[in-house]
């Protein structure tokens, strides 16, 4: 079966996005807030000489994140990940950033949960792109499309100079209103997408995918497995292409990436 048959456009049927209201910060946000200033100066704010890559969404963030880490690597970039699916702490990004910009890296790809963002543990840090890969709730207990978009606009209203969004998404009418300040890319198999999936095969030890950005076509492959690793490679490429990286330096980059154990 073609990739292009598994996914469905659903943009039409969609619900549309509730008008955004304001809140009030509660005490313990200013108080994270006055911990991440505290801390970004303690650090002596290394984000200042790095460009800061988040990514965010239900699944596949820390796998997409390692992509585009790998996909820098490849082209001869000095980059650092921080990447998991859990919530990320406030003193644990700031220590990383801290790390990271005494190896003399030039990139941080973080994954941003939408946990983390309502807690404001990304609040002061200058985003320079922003990703998403998908909202998937995993349980009847997850939180609801417009309570997981209001936590996901804590990073888009950061002001990102690039944003990625994922046409594929059924609720992407919620995220679609968020744009970056210079560059709004989308990825998926619409035809509308930026970065369009032309097709996939999937192997028992691997994943390929078919790629086009305007008349430019090419082919990515990795070790991972699964439909959701075509959604993810392609958003990959998608942040790589906002970064002017070259196809074949893409294709290199997320075939380098073998993990043992991960997704």
Not at 13 to 40: C, G, Y
Not at 111 to 140: C, H, I, K, Q, R
Not at 160 to 170: G, T
Request: aromatic content about 8%; hydrophobic content about 40%; glycine content about 6%.
């Amino acid at each position: 079966m073609c990739y292009n048959d598994l996914m469905m456009d659903n943009s039409k049927n969609s619900p549309q996005p509730k008008t955004e209201t304001k809140k009030k910060p509660s005490v313990k946000s200013k108080l994270q807030r006055i911990r991440a200033k505290a801390l970004s100066s303690y650090y002596g704010n290394p984000i200042r000489d790095m460009k800061l890559i988040c990514i965010t969404g239900t699944s596949g963030k820390a796998t997409v994140a390692h992509f585009v880490h790998e996909i820098l690597r490849a082209a001869g970039q000095h980059a650092a990940v921080l990447a998991s699916d859990s919530p990320i702490k406030l003193a644990t990004l700031h220590r990383f950033l801290s790390e990271a910009w005494k190896a003399g890296s030039s990139y941080v790809v973080v994954t941003a949960p939408a946990d983390s963002l309502e807690n404001n543990v990304f609040y002061g840090l200058p985003v320079y792109m922003a990703a998403m890969t998908d909202y998937l709730p995993s349980s009847l207990s997850a939180p609801s499309v417009e309570d997981f978009a209001e936590s996901e606009s804590t990073l888009f209203k950061m002001s990102p100079e690039i944003v990625v969004l994922n046409e594929d998404d059924s609720n992407f009418a919620y995220f679609s209103r968020f744009t970056g300040r210079t560059d709004t890319l989308t990825y998926g198999t619409t035809r509308s997408s930026t970065l369009r999936i032309d097709g996939a095969k999937l192997y028992k030890k691997g994943t390929e995918a078919s790629l086009s950005l305007g008349s430019s076509r090419f082919s990515v492959a990795s070790f991972l497995t699964g439909e959701p690793v075509v959604s993810y490679m392609a958003c990959a490429a998608a942040v790589a292409t906002a970064l002017h990286v070259a196809n074949d330096v893409i294709a290199d980059g997320i075939a380098n990436y073998n993990p043992e154990g991960i997704e």
